[in-house]
């Protein structure tokens, strides 16, 4: 037993040496997920405001003039210009300077009460799909305050409340998806080299002659990035919640809980592709073979419930997929880990199961 | 029997695929001697002592080494063994002391002496000054004497040299040899594998491989008398001219350039060798000097590794 933790520790203050050398991989540690969480905060924005609009108001009356405030207000759509006609939209369009034309008949007071004709006709530029699905939902407006007073009509219609994000903001959604990918990026990557690295450079053969076992190797290699993995959950927390005002509404033990299964999922993975593979670049690829569909099936990017029911099988097997479960769950829903037992059994699971391949794959021989 | 010898391989085989790197061996090797292996690249060398510390499963075979038996019970032989590999395997990013450092805790090398046999071990090896230097950025040389310190850290019963000093310069090379001896003269058992001649004349004892396949061994003088063969030592005005005539002549085996000389090997079983090679060079009309000499170590070595069909 003392030896054991002998050459443990031996393996373990390696690395460490060995990581605080490597500047690079010491950058990334940190500059990752800050970059990472920076780039997809404010970059993917699916939540569509403020798309230029131009109207055209026929009828100027009370009525109309109300319409228009009540849209503005959604901020949706942002009014920069004003046109006479709907061919005056049309072209505004074509030239790319608005996205929706928003066009009010000189009959509009009438049409409102009228149950055959629509009393706005919105021009919208197609091409983006998500501009597209929101005019859709601006196109419900006329056709509801037809059959009821206008006001609560308008109220229903902007009443699209999505709950636990009520802004519709995406880094709120975002946030604890970026967790998993960035997570799951480092740990797998660092994994998955720790051991070819050493294969390449010759340094396995000396090392597997000594009396070290596979089992010392294999966990001395992993323990440090633990603690890695854990400062990096701690520093997309802290940005999260600085800079994009992301909540953490259940309780933080959890969160780390959850985090420790997922870290130690992703080293397991790693080790595997690392006893899989014969060159840093093969473990590289056979990382971003892993990445891909984490990033794509996993719910991180589209929701879950909406992709065909292969690609969630797919995602069923992924670890991220379940850890991105257990943070949107206790973030966003305040859902105690108790009642996500589920993803963080399967978490614990593969962490088993990937561990004892890996280790069962690694044998102390060069044949 | 078994006692007097840190290896004993028997019928030791190890095939890759179609490829036969290393057919029935047997070997003996005696404790605390040096033990010489010579072959050119790709005879099996590196592969037989890979095989011998458990790295490689045999194909058919076993040995007994140092009362284990392999394969099978390589975990309670590491332990006791020294390996240093062909490429420098040490951490170029370590400093030199927390290289030994490292190795000392692999090993569970006693904590309390654990800075005493490094400071030992760095100023045996005259490694002192390299001390806080990364093992990367050090010269053949220091890597080599670096790799043999960790090697030995653990005083090895016996230690397992794949061709150590193949990147070294000649005064390195004599610095480590006279390690190798103080080594040996403490009771360590060394095999050491090596393509240099002069290394092999050193060693108490060695076997030659040729492709896999071991064609003699015993100390260096005993394979020195008993080639088989006589040695010509022809010196000529004209090397070129003389290796041509002599190249006609069905019964000589090999002959080798040395500058001016040229060493010409008979197989022992024809009558007037000197005669022979003489009467060659006459009829050419090639003006040289032909007496017999005796055999070096490189004589040894091409004369069991030429074809068999022409040592017939």
């Keep these: ?367 | 029997m078994k006692n007097q010898y840190a290896i004993a391989a028997r019928g030791l085989s190890k095939h890759f695929g179609e490829l036969k790197a290393v057919s029935e061996l047997d070997l003996n090797v005696p404790k605390g001697e040096i033990y010489g292996f010579l072959g050119p690249n790709g005879s099996g060398k590196s592969t037989t002592i890979r095989m011998l510390c458990g790295l490689l499963t045999p194909t058919t075979g076993s040995a007994d080494v140092l009362g284990t038996t392999i394969p099978g019970d390589a975990k309670n032989l590491k332990p006791r063994i020294g390996y240093m590999t062909q490429k420098f395997s040490l951490f170029g990013d370590l400093t030199v002391q927390e290289n030994l450092k490292f190795i000392a805790e692999i090993y569970s090398y006693r904590r309390s002496d654990r800075s005493r046999r490094i400071d030992e071990l760095l100023q045996r090896y005259d490694l002192v000054e390299q001390r806080k230097q990364f093992a990367g950025t050090m010269s053949g040389g220091q890597k080599q004497r670096l790799a043999l310190a960790c090697a030995v850290l653990h005083h090895p019963d016996l230690l397992l040299l794949d061709e150590p000093t193949s990147a070294v310069d000649p005064q390195s090379r004599r610095d480590f040899w006279a390690n190798l001896f103080r080594l040996a003269e403490s009771g360590t058992t060394i095999m050491v594998s090596t393509h240099y001649m002069d290394e092999a004349e050193r060693c108490h004892r060695l076997a030659i491989l040729d492709r896999g396949v071991k064609v003699a061994d015993g100390t260096p003088q005993e394979l020195q008398a008993n080639t088989g063969m006589n040695v010509i030592e022809v010196v000529a005005k004209n090397p070129y001219a003389a290796q041509a005539a002599l190249d006609e002549v069905a019964e000589i085996v090999s002959v080798t350039q040395l500058g001016v000389r040229l060493r010409v090997l008979i197989p022992d079983r024809h009558a007037d060798p000197v005669d022979r090679v003489s009467a060659a060079l006459d009829s050419r009309g090639v003006s040289a000097s032909a007496n017999i000499a005796s055999p070096s170590l490189e004589d040894v070595f091409v004369a069991v590794t030429v074809k068999p069909e022409a040592r017939q």
């Design chain 1, 1 to 367: 037993m003392n030896s054991f933790l002998s050459r443990l520790s031996a393996i373990i203050k390696k690395e460490v040496l060995q990581l605080g050398r490597d500047r690079l991989t010491f950058g990334m540690v940190f500059g990752l997920p800050i970059i990472q969480i920076l780039l997809f905060g404010y970059a993917i924005n699916t939540d569509v405001r403020n798309l230029n609009t131009a109207l055209a108001d026929q009828a100027g009356t009370h009525l109309s003039r109300q319409f228009v405030s009540e849209l503005r207000a959604s901020q949706v759509v942002d009014i920069i210009a004003t046109a006479e006609d709907a061919a005056e939209l049309e072209a505004m369009l074509r030239r790319g300077e608005i996205s929706i034309g928003i066009m009010i008949p000189h009959d509009f007071d009438r049409r409102v009460v009228d149950q055959d004709r629509a009393a706005v006709h919105i021009l919208v530029d197609g091409s983006d799909p998500t501009i597209l699905g929101v005019a859709n939902q601006l196109r419900f407006m006329p056709l509801r305050f037809d059959v009821s007073p206008l006001r609560q009509a308008k109220q229903e219609l902007i009443e699209v409340r999505p709950y636990y994000n009520p802004e519709r903001r995406t880094p709120v959604n975002i946030v604890p998806g970026l967790m998993g990918i960035i997570l799951m990026m480092t740990m797998m990557l660092f994994t998955a080299v720790a051991i070819v690295r050493e294969r390449e450079r010759g340094n396995l053969e000396m090392l597997i002659n000594t009396p070290l076992s596979s089992a010392e190797l294999m966990i001395g290699k992993v323990a440090p990035y633990v603690v890695i993995g854990l400062l990096q959950l701690a520093i997309i927390l802290g940005v999260g919640q600085l800079l994009f005002d992301v909540p953490i509404r259940g309780s933080v033990v959890d969160l780390y809980i959850a985090g420790c299964a997922f870290i130690a999922a992703n080293l397991a993975l790693g080790l595997l592709i690392s006893t899989a593979t014969h060159t840093q670049f093969q473990a590289m690829q056979m990382t971003v073979f892993i990445l891909m569909p984490s990033i794509l099936l996993s719910g991180f990017m589209f929701p879950f419930d909406g992709m065909p029911i292969i690609a969630q099988y797919i995602g069923e097997i992924l670890p991220t997929t379940h850890f991105i479960r257990l943070t949107r769950g206790i973030m966003l829903r305040e859902a105690p880990i108790g009642e996500l037992t589920y993803d963080l059994f399967y978490l614990v699971g593969f962490t088993l199961v990937a561990m004892t391949v890996a280790a069962t794959r690694f044998t102390k021989r060069l044949d």
